[in-house]
T-cell receptor, first 114, second 112 residues
Framework: NAGVTQTPKFQVLKTGQSMTLQCAQD?????MYWYRQDPGMGLRLIYY???????DKGEVPNGYNVSRLNKREFSLRLESAAPSQTSVYFC?????????????FGSGTRLTVV | SQQGEEDPQALSIQEGENATMNCSYK?????LQWYRQNSGRGLVHLIL?????REKHSGRLRVTLDTSKKSSSLLITASRAADTASYFC????????????FGKGTKLTVNP
């Protein structure tokens, strides 16, 4: 099925551990995004990539790094996880003109840092 | 920082009733979008309204946009239990990049 695929769906980390969240889309979209969702805070943009080879910081980039590996894949890395990074992480993608259909979201990664 | 703010934060209605959710935003926009999120799932795009449009319909959804008041409303008519979800508005920034800024959402519960 066409769409955005995120892995893993669930993860528990210890403080200080590192991990990479994977995201892939098969819709030939240029733009990809990483958001985090916390209770009462809505979605906040961590990083985004307007096209292959470019990445830019969003609202809450501290503690994260990203890689736009190719047009399909956009990964998010936590180098040294902290309890404040406990959240649900969503990857999304969009066509060059978002009016074509808005963002397509993955189903999310629920991350707990203990 | 949040661009859009939804109101109310939570709404509980009976099946068959209409549900109205509001969104206010701060800066000029190119377009405003509404998304739905079922519990434990990702967001799903519902409808997009451009800054030069005042009203748009899609099935049981009606969206209005008032750029002078920097506000939008989402009306769901003849609600169903399956409409139970959180609803988010999202705005871009006129002249800015294509990235969206989301509000905190309205949690809608439709009771059978």
């Amino acid at each position: 099925n066409a769409g955005v695929t995120q892995t893993p769906k669930f993860q528990v980390l210890k403080t200080g551990q590192s991990m990479t969240l994977q995201c892939a889309q098969d819709m030939n979209h240029n733009s990809m995004y990483w958001y985090r969702q916390d209770p009462g805070m809505g979605l906040r943009l961590i990083y985004y990539s307007a096209s292959e080879g470019t990445t830019d910081k969003g609202e809450v980039p501290n503690g994260y790094n990203v890689s736009r590996l190719n047009k399909r894949e956009f990964s998010l890395r936590l180098e040294s996880a902290a309890p404040s990074q406990t959240s649900v992480y969503f990857c999304a993608s969009s066509a060059e003109d978002v009016r074509a259909g808005g963002y397509t979201f993955g189903s999310g990664t629920r991350l707990t840092v203990v | 920082s949040q661009q859009g703010e939804e109101d109310p934060q939570a709404l509980s209605i009976q099946e068959g009733e209409n549900a109205t959710m509001n969104c206010s935003y701060k800066t000029s926009i190119n377009n405003l979008q509404w998304y739905r999120q079922n519990s434990g799932r990702g967001l799903v795009h519902l409808i997009l309204i451009r800054s030069n449009e005042r009203e748009k319909h899609s099935g049981r959804l009606r969206v209005t946009l008032d750029t002078s008041k920097k506000s939008s409303s989402l009306l769901i008519t003849a609600s169903r239990a399956a409409d139970t979800a959180s609803y988010f508005c999202a705005t871009d920034a006129q002249g800015g990049s294509e990235k969206l800024v989301f509000g905190k959402g309205t949690k809608l519960t439709v009771n059978p």
